[in-house]
């Protein structure tokens, strides 16, 4: 194991482990008696952390392979050489840590905030006695993260420096800023995983899997990209026509659309946006365009906060981490849309009635992954073979719903 002192490994009982998290609980409170966590290579196999704070504690080297930290806070661990083997660390707060040198192999680390975390390779000199450091005795080598389940996690400008990842599932996973260099991907899954500004300098990803996965500015000139199929892969270009080259432009599209709503065709005209790509425009907070075609449209993080598309025609759009809060989505065509990620908080997806007629929502095969729909209005939506794994449903209405199929495993809130 990665981390393991050549010395056998203290054990510590259930009962000093709670004392241990007391008295940690106390110091980070400031309260009389409050003491650092100090976990320097303990065997903690399989113990139950979940939900705990263990903020800023040091558990240098050691030993929780199969350990219950879901939830756990984590924020400024020293966690350098600790085998983290299979693991459960779904939900955990580790903003911060040090996991230098650790082994993540099989950790389940979904949904995690990783945010600004060192995983680079690691070695730490123990203190020796009267306080000094002695030459480095524990040689800790690549942080391993071979089969980790990464999927939604908070990598943003983390350090995975020379990382050991292959076949590691990032799917969804935000890296923006995040230090690849040298890093081994061989066989990960980077499907829709957000990679701006990456350094990807010398990476290995032969045979990863990057479906949908956007590269934007990430340094990829050096990186190994063998098998990889890189088709709908987005870059800082445009995926089609950009919305800077439409004619008329698109403030006045959207005002020649409001007119032919308004006089049922007679004047303005229809606004056209099937297949360009809207990254970079305007926010469209509030704006009104019922009956609007943006089939396989880039809409990626846009303000569409009360936007109105009742109607619209958005089969294959890729609206990932987009803003809906509110959006009036009633009776739109969002087959096969990409939603992962998307606040469609108290959105109107509901069926909408036109005379005696009836049009459902339809979200068949649209990818919902983590997306937020708290209290939104899906009744009678066709979610048939949709992906809801991670969504916030609480109080969203789905009666009458289409879930042939649907994949629907919700968040905890």
């Keep these: ?50 939900g705990g704070n263990l903020k800023d ?48 192999n099989g950790a389940r680390l979904r949904n995690v905030n990783l945010q600004r975390a060192d995983l680079r390779d690691g070695s730490v000199a123990p203190p020796a006695k009267g306080g000094c450091l002695t030459a480095i005795t524990m040689q ?25 990842a292959t076949q590691a599932d990032f799917t969804d996973a935000d ?39 956007m590269l934007g500015s990430a340094s990829t000139a050096t990186a190994t990209l063998d098998g990889c199929d890189l088709s709908t892969v987005l870059t800082d270009l445009p995926r089609g026509r950009s ?49 609007l075609s943006a089939e396989a449209a880039v809409f990626i993080g846009l303000d569409l906060t009360r936007a109105s598309l009742v109607g619209a025609r958005l089969k294959g759009a890729d609206l990932r981490n987009c803003i809906l809060k509110g959006a009036d989505l009633r009776g739109a065509n969002l087959e ?9 908080r108290d959105a109107r997806l509901g069926p909408l009635q036109s005379g005696e007629r009836s049009y459902a929502t339809n979200l068949r095969d649209a990818l919902l992954r983590r997306a937020d729909l708290r209290g939104a209005d899906l009744r009678s939506a066709r979610l048939t073979a949709a992906d809801l794994t991670g969504a916030a449903l609480f ?16 968040t905890k809130t």
Aim: aromatic residues 2%.
């Design 57 to 104: 504690a040091d558990l240098t080297g050691s030993d929780l392979a199969d350990a219950d930290l879901t939830d756990c806070v984590l924020d400024g661990a020293t966690l350098s050489g600790a085998n983290l083997a299979d693991a459960n660390l779904e939900g955990a707060r580790m903003v911060g840590i040090d996991l230098r040198g650790a082994s993540l």
């Design 336 to 344: 096969s849309a990409r939603l992962n990620g998307a606040d469609l």
């Design 1 to 50: 194991m990665a981390g393991r002192s050549p010395k056998r490994l203290r054990r510590l009982s259930h009962i000093e482990l709670a004392d241990v998290m007391r008295t940690h609980q106390d110091y980070l409170l400031g309260r009389p008696g409050g003491l650092r966590a100090q976990l320097v290579q303990y065997d903690l196999t399989g113990m139950l952390l979940a």
């Design 140 to 164: 800790f080598g690549p942080t391993r993260l071979e089969r980790a389940d990464l999927t939604g996690a908070d990598l943003r400008d983390a350090d995975l420096t020379a990382v050991v």
């Design 175 to 213: 890296l923006q800023g995040a230090n690849l260099a040298r890093a081994n991907l061989r066989g990960a899954t980077l499907a829709g995983a957000r990679l701006d500004g990456a350094r990807l300098d010398h990476a290995d990803l032969t045979g990863a899997d990057l479906t949908h996965a």
């Design 395 to 410: 109080k969203a209405k789905l009666d009458d719903c289409d879930l042939t199929g649907a994949r629907i495993t919700p």
């Design 243 to 291: 919305f800077r080259d439409l004619d008329p432009p698109l403030a006045q599209g959207i005002a020649d659309h409001l007119r032919w709503a308004a006089s049922n065709g007679a004047e303005g005209a229809p606004l056209l946006l099937d297949g360009v790509d809207l990254r970079g425009a305007p926010d469209l907070r509030d704006v009104k365009l019922p009956g």
